[in-house]
């Protein structure tokens, strides 16, 4: 059954998105190559998920820019984490009249 899944040729979607993938990879990289305020938004962001951070990163050849844009997520994954123990914490019953803020939505981020 796996044998007769497996496409006999590329989907036209998944091709599609590759390009468009590599095409935002290299706006983003000439945009950092250009200023580093764009590193300063991708801190204050939500980030990216795995898919497109895997992908920016394997478009980046430069070592600096490689590691502004690892440093940059692990900060965002950084507070993504003290979010989410806050959001735990205040589903703790001793805690649940505390009113939510900003981690209100970090179990879907």
Do not use: M
């Not at 796996?2 to 599609?16: G, I, K, S, Y």
């Not at 250009?34 to 801190?43: D, G, L, W």
């Not at 994954?77 to 019953?93: C, G, M, P, V």
């Amino acid at each position: 059954l796996l044998a007769a899944l497996r496409p006999q040729q590329p989907c036209p979607v998944c091709t599609n998105a590759e390009l468009v993938d590599r095409y935002l990879s290299e706006t983003v990289l000439a945009s950092l190559a250009k200023s580093n305020a764009i590193i300063e938004k991708y801190r204050a962001s939500a980030g990216l998920c795995l898919h497109h951070f895997g992908t920016l990163l394997a478009h980046t050849h430069t070592p600096g820019t490689r590691q502004a844009i690892i440093d940059a997520q692990l900060a965002v994954w950084s507070a993504l984490d003290a979010e989410l123990a806050e959001f735990i914490r205040k589903n703790d019953h001793r805690f649940r009249r505390e009113g939510f803020g900003a981690e209100r939505d970090s179990w879907e981020r």
